[in-house]
């Protein structure tokens, strides 16, 4: 409790966006951030000042570590954002996961913090928000992301372990080519309609009350590749969003129909990426761009699989039926096979144009760049697994590639693991 009260102020924004923030210096310093001061316009500062005589509701810590900084929500238990910024260099070295241990955060007051104990058999993985795979070049900020402020409770099998552990080799193979990665990661709860129409939203929550984790029902990664400075192909800056279910993804959807326009996320979340970067003539731009690559990626999947992933994420502006159907630059009869067929079958990618997307202002989707959004294959770590003890008959429907579609996730957040969670992998 001392810890979070006392603390100096380092910085105190007068005017619209100005945020008030406490720091403690500490190793894994703790930031506190207070409401913007947009919510009061700076117009009398002393009565702004007197507003606070008494302190502002705590309710939002940053913590910044080595390897990343979070936001850590004491609500959901839960970060709500947790930033990275992932160079080539970071990867390389020796550290060993396994020798890191999750820890509960000592710094947040133990009325707020996540603990240990409700993980415990919850069924859910201890899910990293910034990867532990992150950081190989030291093992003091590979620890750093075993701390609960960097975890949420995620699917294991089928989510976790295998189609969110390729995103984050994605993530990371895009520093080799792309330069620069800076990434935000975090939960989401989003809600879906009801058969009455109206919206309504249920997530599982774990550990007993009044200290329950909120299970999230989605996550996101947004994700800003800066090759400016980089050796890689691409001169310019690459941008692009992605909203999964906390589900088992069927290893064979294409990671573009995951993409989202950043605008609906932001509204979401409740939060702007990348403000000092991403004004308003970029981010048009780039949500064009994330709904062409979304139609793409859509294209690809099994009507089944593309009803319920429109419902999973039915909150996000999918494209529409139209866009759907047709194809932007095809001809017009490739246009009327396709419409004939997508009702039956996922079309295959061969036959989809690729979307062209526009660069403006040296911002490019990030898809445009580095080889499309292409996950890697399923990897060795998954491999490996499939013979362990701990996921003993209980992997082999969830990560087979099943095309029936069931394992395309349209229970958002439902979807539990069979085998106890809290001991599991979060790469
Ligand atoms: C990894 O750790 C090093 C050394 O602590 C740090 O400089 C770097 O920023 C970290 N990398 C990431 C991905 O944050
Ligand atoms: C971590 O431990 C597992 C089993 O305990 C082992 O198979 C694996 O090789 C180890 N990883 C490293 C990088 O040492
Ligand atoms: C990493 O964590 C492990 C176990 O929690 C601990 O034994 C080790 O000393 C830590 N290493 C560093 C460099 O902080
Ligand atoms: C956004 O930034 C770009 C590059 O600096 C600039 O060309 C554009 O006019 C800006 N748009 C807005 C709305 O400020």
Same mark, same amino acid.
């Given at each position: 409790?001392?810890?979070?009260?006392?603390?100096?102020?380092? =910085?105190?924004?007068?005017?619209?966006?100005?945020?008030?923030?406490?720091?403690?210096?500490?190793? =894994?310093?703790?930031?506190?951030?207070?409401?913007?001061?947009?919510? !009061?316009?700076?117009?009398?500062?002393?009565?702004?000042?007197? %507003?606070?005589?008494?302190?502002?509701?705590?309710?939002?810590?940053?913590?910044?570590? &080595?390897?990343?900084?979070?936001?850590?929500?004491?609500?959901?238990?839960?970060?709500?954002?947790?930033?990275?910024? %992932?160079?080539?260099?970071?990867?390389?070295?020796?550290?060993?996961?396994?020798?890191? @241990?999750?820890?509960?955060?000592?710094?947040?007051?133990?009325?707020?913090?996540?603990?240990?104990?409700?993980?415990?058999?919850?069924?859910? &993985?201890?899910?990293?928000?910034?990867?532990?795979?992150?950081?190989? $070049?030291?093992?003091?900020?590979?620890?750093?992301?075993?701390?609960?402020?960097?975890?949420?409770?995620?699917?294991?099998?089928?989510?976790?372990?295998?189609? !969110?552990?390729?995103?984050?080799?994605?993530?990371?193979?895009?520093?080799?080519?792309?330069? &620069?990665?800076?990434?935000?990661?975090?939960?989401?709860?989003?809600?879906?309609?009801?058969?009455?129409?109206?919206?309504?939203?249920?997530?599982?929550?774990?550990?007993?009350?009044?200290?329950?984790?909120?299970?999230?029902?989605?996550?996101?990664?947004?994700?800003?590749?800066?090759?400016?400075?980089?050796?890689?192909?691409?001169?310019?800056?690459?941008?692009?969003?992605?909203?999964?279910?906390?589900?088992? %993804? &069927?290893?064979?959807?294409?990671?573009?129909?995951?993409?989202?326009?950043?605008?609906?996320?932001?509204?979401?979340?409740?939060?702007?990426?990348?403000?000092?970067?991403?004004?308003?003539?970029?981010?048009?731009?780039?949500?064009?761009?994330?709904?062409?690559?979304? @139609?793409?990626?859509?294209?690809?999947?099994?009507?089944?699989?593309?009803?319920?992933?429109?419902?999973?994420?039915?909150?996000?502006?999918?494209?529409?039926?139209?866009?759907?159907?047709?194809? =932007? $630059?095809?001809?017009?009869?490739?246009?009327?096979?396709?419409?004939?067929?997508?009702?039956?079958?996922?079309?295959?990618?061969?036959?989809?144009?690729?979307?062209?997307?526009?660069?403006?202002?040296?911002?490019?989707?990030?898809?445009?760049?580095?080889?499309?959004?292409?996950?890697?294959?399923?990897?060795?770590?998954?491999?490996?697994?499939?013979?362990?003890?701990?996921?003993?008959?209980?992997?082999?429907?969830?990560?087979?590639?099943?095309?029936?579609?069931?394992?395309?996730?349209?229970?958002?957040?439902? =979807?539990?693991?069979?085998?106890?969670?809290?001991?599991?992998?979060?790469?």
């Amino acid at each position: 409790m001392r810890n979070i009260a006392i603390g100096f102020v380092v =910085g105190v924004g007068v005017g619209a966006g100005g945020t008030y923030i406490y720091l403690q210096q500490n190793p =894994g310093r703790l930031i506190r951030s207070t409401s913007s001061s947009t919510i !009061w316009p700076a117009a009398d500062p002393m009565r702004d000042q007197a %507003i606070h005589d008494f302190g502002s509701p705590m309710s939002e810590f940053v913590r910044v570590y &080595d390897s990343y900084a979070a936001s850590y929500d004491p609500r959901t238990r839960t970060p709500k954002w947790v930033l990275e910024h %992932i160079t080539a260099k970071d990867l390389e070295g020796d550290a060993n996961r396994n020798k890191s @241990q999750f820890f509960e955060d000592n710094q947040i007051d133990p009325a707020f913090r996540a603990t240990l104990e409700s993980y415990k058999d919850s069924g859910y &993985d201890r899910g990293h928000m910034a990867p532990a795979g992150d950081n190989k $070049s030291s093992q003091k900020a590979l620890n750093e992301t075993f701390s609960l402020t960097n975890i949420c409770p995620q699917v294991g099998l089928g989510f976790n372990r295998d189609y !969110w552990e390729r995103f984050e080799r994605y993530v990371r193979d895009l520093t080799k080519k792309a330069g &620069d990665v800076y990434v935000v990661t975090g939960p989401l709860w989003i809600p879906k309609p009801d058969v009455d129409g109206k919206w309504n939203m249920q997530h599982p929550m774990i550990g007993q009350p009044p200290g329950l984790i909120a299970v999230p029902t989605h996550f996101y990664k947004v994700i800003l590749a800066d090759g400016r400075r980089g050796k890689g192909s691409s001169r310019e800056v690459g941008v692009g969003a992605f909203v999964m279910p906390n589900a088992p %993804i &069927d290893p064979q959807l294409p990671l573009t129909a995951f993409t989202v326009p950043l605008e609906p996320l932001e509204q979401l979340a409740g939060m702007r990426f990348f403000p000092n970067f991403i004004n308003a003539t970029r981010r048009s731009a780039m949500d064009q761009a994330a709904l062409a690559w979304r @139609q793409y990626g859509m294209q690809q999947l099994k009507p089944f699989d593309r009803v319920s992933l429109c419902q999973d994420m039915a909150a996000l502006p999918a494209p529409s039926g139209q866009l759907l159907l047709t194809s =932007g $630059s095809s001809s017009p009869s490739s246009n009327a096979a396709m419409s004939s067929t997508s009702s039956m079958t996922a079309v295959p990618e061969h036959q989809i144009s690729v979307p062209k997307t526009r660069s403006v202002a040296g911002t490019t989707h990030l898809c445009e760049i580095a080889g499309g959004c292409k996950l890697p294959p399923p990897g060795s770590w998954q491999k490996n697994q499939q013979s362990n003890k701990q996921l003993k008959g209980s992997s082999s429907g969830h990560s087979s590639g099943s095309s029936g579609g069931g394992s395309s996730g349209t229970s958002g957040g439902g =979807g539990r693991p069979s085998n106890p969670g809290g001991g599991g992998r979060s790469v």
